[in-house]
């Protein structure tokens, strides 16, 4: 009976945790529905709600967007958007601390969350894996000796929090997997062991 029922968890746990995942994004995204006129919801137009329909609208409007920003126009009008959330007091501190964030991560050319590593924590025996977010620079660097990377150590099984830290380069080894390799490795506490993809491999001693 006990392996009848772990099997059966085995079946049930992960198709219902993405379940959960899919109605909790998709009741997210729908509201955006309510940027719409109110004789413009779908659920007046066709009678019905039919959820994943802001999944659509925003969608459209993140494009669209995308495409604004690319002509002068567009990027007059953001120009002018940022000048005047930068003015803003107190806004002005989360904006620009978030819109740092979303640029080095975002960014095409931003480095952040590119390499997977491995650190020794929490005790000099012990290794962990880690992501790179930076390169100490400017103040923090001129108070270090010899070259330090930020790193990131997500915590398990949820990696949206952790820890983050300046350690020696010469201290870190880059490893051969992707970040998607690496997260559920570290999502499913090592069950799921990551596995060398074609990336060019460097230790770095």
């Not at 959820?51 to 659509?56: F, N, T």
């Not at 978030?98 to 095409?108: A, G, P």
């Not at 929490?122 to 000796?145: M, R």
């Not at 970040?179 to 596995?195: N, Q, R, T, W």
Request: proline share 6%; hydrophobic share 50%.
């Amino acid at each position: 009976m006990k392996k009848y029922l772990l099997t059966g968890l085995l079946v049930w746990v992960p198709l219902g945790i993405t379940l959960w995942v899919l109605k909790l994004t998709i009741s997210t995204l729908d509201q955006s529905l309510l940027l719409l006129p109110e004789n413009w919801h779908p659920n007046k137009l066709l009678g019905v709600h039919i959820p994943g329909l802001g999944v659509i609208l925003t969608a459209v409007i993140v494009i669209g967007t995308g495409l604004l920003a690319r002509n002068v126009f567009g990027q007059r009008l953001l120009l002018y958007w940022d000048g005047l959330l930068r003015r803003i007091p107190f806004v002005n501190a989360i904006y620009n601390s978030v819109k740092q964030v979303s640029d080095t991560l975002l960014s095409s050319n931003g480095q952040a969350f590119r390499k997977v590593l491995l650190v020794r924590y929490p005790h000099p025996q012990a290794w962990s894996l880690a992501f790179q977010t930076s390169v100490a620079s400017g103040e923090v660097a001129s108070h270090l000796d010899g070259e330090y990377v930020g790193v990131f150590i997500p915590t398990t099984p949820s990696p949206v929090n952790g820890f983050y830290f300046y350690v020696r380069r010469a201290d870190t080894i880059e490893l051969n997997i992707n970040v998607d390799v690496a997260l559920k490795s570290i999502i499913s506490m090592g069950v799921v062991a990551p596995v060398a993809s074609a990336l060019p491999v460097q230790k770095l001693n």
